[in-house]
């Protein structure tokens, strides 16, 4: 199914005028709706992009983070610019839709405004207008696409792979899609996929002989014109993930099988190369400059939301490098318009599905409430409400992940806890209800073990050294994946420029030096070793259901956030 431009904008037009937070006049939205997803085609190569939706088939709010700390050569550059200061170097004037999609300023009083975002019903809508007007377009997904939510957790993914078919997706990388073990993934791709969506990865080989285990690359005639398109899977996945689930495969960035990759595609005829890669920002923008024959990066994994791609030099000439933010939140939008067999010219935009502003999709929605329906009555239980905004994104701690370390040391009776620094999970506005589904929403993994330890002062500051070179190495090939582990009861104080080993410091319980020989009761979930899994400790998702149960009502959320070093004038951190 399609829809022609002029019924795309009637919708819209209905959508709008429908809004609670729009113009009643109907002349008016019907301008508005056209104006803010007016995108005209140009070129001849179309490529439209999505990545790190985690599950999230319904409409959500999302909170975008007001600490993105860039280090060293990294700050004060994309995608380390949060607030005003990602306003200012993107062109976006404050108080619109475009500054409420793109940054966290006055959050809760923007979301009520301009309502949700995502949802698959409209991102369906808007891919097949694009489609319809882009001949030959591609639907790239850059993964993080099988994990995120109960329905995707209860399913095995067989949701997220149903609504991936009925989108159009025509190409995938992947990363949390290898938490669902080798066996299920095989299973998807060599069932549910063939023939219909690509799974591509130049990075992942079998650990005995060192074979391709999925395809590297593809190429499609787009328009008469060779189009190659690799994949880049998350290069550190049996690390960042639990390596017994991906036990005959190996990952890794492969830059050197990836330049041999360009060369063969384009020896083949390719005219335009594209990484679709679940590599993370920093790590494309450092890829880009080393490798040659790219014409840009799709990039995933750090949920950016990048609306103008930056433009690397390197020897073969220039590379595109952008990020699709995540929640399925933006599309977007690559066009290129090549001739005499090269790319000469390029738009691009990213594009913020308001839910509000752009209509449903009838086909998905009638998908994504049969995929629902055997599940509602459980994803609907009132847990708690809140009195406060409840999210996620963060370098270093967000008032959902608060929750979680408070219901971990209230319900394991520990001194201490620490969390995982995930980048998804959705936002609740203050005076929501905290249901089963939201709670899923940050939890809903396949090793959600939660675990009691007793830790020396010693172990605890190695474990925050260790993560903190994850996320601050001033090497992107060394930054392993996600944010700073979520702590609990403990503070601290961490200088992010300083060398590994050294970053962490001032370590109090209670107010008093933690000890290096004194052991302390610590909580934790997510444990990647499988030892811990044999253990069988309780899913997250119950311990902090029966906690909000107890508790009723979440208060003001005070976050536990540690004393930051050498930040000052950093424009990836502004105060809230």
Request: charged share 20%; glycine share 10%; proline share 5%.
């Amino acid at each position: 199914m399609s829809i022609n431009r002029r019924e795309f904008l009637q919708t819209l037009a209905i959508a709008s005028a429908g809004g609670l937070s729009l113009n009643s006049d109907f002349a008016f939205a019907q301008e508005s709706a056209e104006k803010f997803y007016e995108l005209p085609k140009f070129g001849n190569v179309h490529l439209l992009h999505f990545t790190d939706c985690h599950a999230q088939l319904l409409p959500i709010y999302f909170r975008e983070p007001n600490v993105n700390l860039g280090i060293g050569i990294q700050q004060g550059r994309t995608p380390h610019l949060v607030g005003e200061y990602f306003l200012k170097a993107n062109g976006i004037p404050a108080g619109t839709r475009d500054a409420h999609a793109f940054t966290y300023l006055n959050f809760t009083e923007a979301a009520k405004t301009y309502g949700k975002v995502g949802g698959f019903a409209h991102l369906s809508t808007l891919v097949k207008q694009m489609k319809a007007s882009r001949p030959g377009s591609l639907l790239l997904d850059g993964g993080d696409t099988w994990q995120g939510s109960g329905t995707a957790l209860w399913t095995n993914g067989q949701d997220m792979a149903d609504a991936a078919l009925a989108l159009g997706v025509d190409i995938m990388t992947a990363h949390w899609e290898m938490t669902l073990g080798e066996e299920r993934v095989m299973e998807i791709v060599n069932k549910d996929f063939k023939g219909k969506i690509e799974f591509l990865a130049q990075n992942i080989k079998t650990s005995d002989f060192g074979d391709p285990v999925f395809p590297a690359y593809t190429i499609r005639k787009m328009n008469g014109i060779p189009v190659a398109i690799i994949g880049q899977a998350f290069p550190y996945t049996p690390i960042a993930n639990p390596g017994y689930m991906v036990p005959n495969w190996t990952f890794g960035i492969q830059e050197e099988n990836l330049q041999k990759t360009i060369d063969e595609a384009k020896g083949k005829g390719a005219k335009v190369v594209v990484l679709l890669s679940h590599n993370g920002m920093d790590v494309d923008l450092k890829l880009a400059s080393r490798v040659s024959g790219l014409h840009a990066i799709l990039g995933g994994h750090t949920h950016d939301g990048v609306p103008i791609p930056v433009q690397v030099k390197n020897p073969g000439g220039m590379t595109l490098v952008t990020n699709a933010g995540s929640n399925g939140k933006y599309l977007g939008v690559l066009d290129f318009d090549v001739k005499g067999g090269k790319p000469v010219d390029f738009k691009y935009k990213l594009m913020p599905i308001f839910s509000n502003l752009i209509p449903e999709d009838k086909s998905m929605s009638t998908l994504i409430q049969k995929i629902r329906k055997p599940y509602e009555s459980k994803l609907q239980e009132k847990l708690a409400v809140t009195d406060s905004l409840l999210y996620r994104r963060g370098n270093f701690n967000g008032s959902f992940d608060q929750v979680i370390l408070d219901g971990l040391m209230a319900q394991k009776n520990a001194e201490i806890a620490f969390s995982p620094g995930f980048r998804w999970g959705t936002t609740l506005l203050p005076g929501q209800t905290i249901t089963m589904e939201n709670l899923l929403d940050q939890t809903a993994i396949t090793y959600p073990y939660t675990t009691v330890n007793m830790m020396t002062g010693e172990t605890i500051k190695t474990i925050l050294e260790d993560v903190a070179d994850n996320l601050f190495n001033p090497d992107p090939y060394y930054q392993q994946g996600g944010d700073m582990v979520r702590v609990g009861g403990l503070h601290y104080t961490i200088d992010p420029a300083a060398s590994m080993g050294n970053r962490i410091s001032e370590m109090r319980l209670n107010g008093n030096l933690i000890d290096a020989n004194k052991s302390y009761k610590v909580a934790g979930w997510a444990p990647v070793s499988e030892a811990a899994k044999n253990l069988g400790g309780e899913p997250i998702w119950d311990v902090i259901a029966r906690h909000l149960r107890d508790i009723k009502t979440v208060k003001a959320v005070k976050l536990n956030e540690p004393v930051i070093k050498g930040v000052s004038g950093n424009p990836g951190i502004a105060p809230i």
